[in-house]
């Protein structure tokens, strides 16, 4: 989601996403752009197969997340979302669904690649692989605490400057 940054420097402990198919593996994935056409995967939290419904998976380690990070979804090689226009493993919607305000969608590029294409902390080119631009909305969300709401609120509640 190209159009949905991170606002300030953050910490993630949790992702909360709505499941629409139980089989296979789904990821999300902390990324952040470097330039044009050069992005980097900082984080991937693994979303194992479960039943259809909403999961929070929580982060064991707290992750670093820095200003202007944005999250994505992507599949193993194989799929995920099964080529369809909407739905996959990760729920999401496209505007002709219909059914979702216009507000809610964000740019997303849509890359013929697969997990395995992804490796964390490399500069990886985009351009190399087939993609488009969609807009999509997904059932999908990063429960992120703000840097500077725990040094600065802990400090002033323990009482220190």
């Given at each position: 989601m190209l159009n949905n940054r991170v606002t300030?420097?953050?910490?993630l402990r949790q992702i909360?996403?709505?499941?629409?198919?139980?089989?296979?593996?789904?990821?999300?994935?902390i990324w952040r752009q470097l330039?044009?056409?050069?992005?980097?995967?900082?984080h991937r939290i693994v979303l194992p197969p479960a039943a259809i419904g909403i999961y929070r998976v929580d982060v064991p380690?707290?992750?670093?997340?820095?200003?202007?990070?944005?999250?994505?979804?992507h599949y193993l090689r194989d799929g995920g979302d099964h080529g369809s226009a909407s739905g996959g493993i990760v729920v999401h919607s496209v505007p002709a669904d219909g059914v979702v305000d216009p507000t809610y969608f964000y740019q997303t590029l849509v890359v013929d690649a697969g997990d395995e294409d992804f490796p964390t902390d490399r500069t990886i080119r985009l351009s190399s692989f087939d993609s488009r631009?969609?807009?999509?909305?997904?059932?999908?969300?990063?429960?992120?605490?703000?840097?500077?709401?725990?040094?600065?609120?802990?400090?002033?509640?323990?009482?220190?400057n």
């Open positions: 300030c420097d953050s910490t909360v996403y709505f499941r629409g198919d139980p089989e296979g593996t789904a990821f999300a994935g330039s044009e056409d050069e992005y980097i995967l900082k380690d707290p992750l670093p997340i820095e200003r202007g990070d944005f999250l994505g979804v631009l969609e807009s999509r909305a997904f059932a999908l969300q990063a429960i992120l605490v703000p840097d500077s709401l725990g040094q600065s609120s802990i400090s002033r509640f323990l009482g220190r």
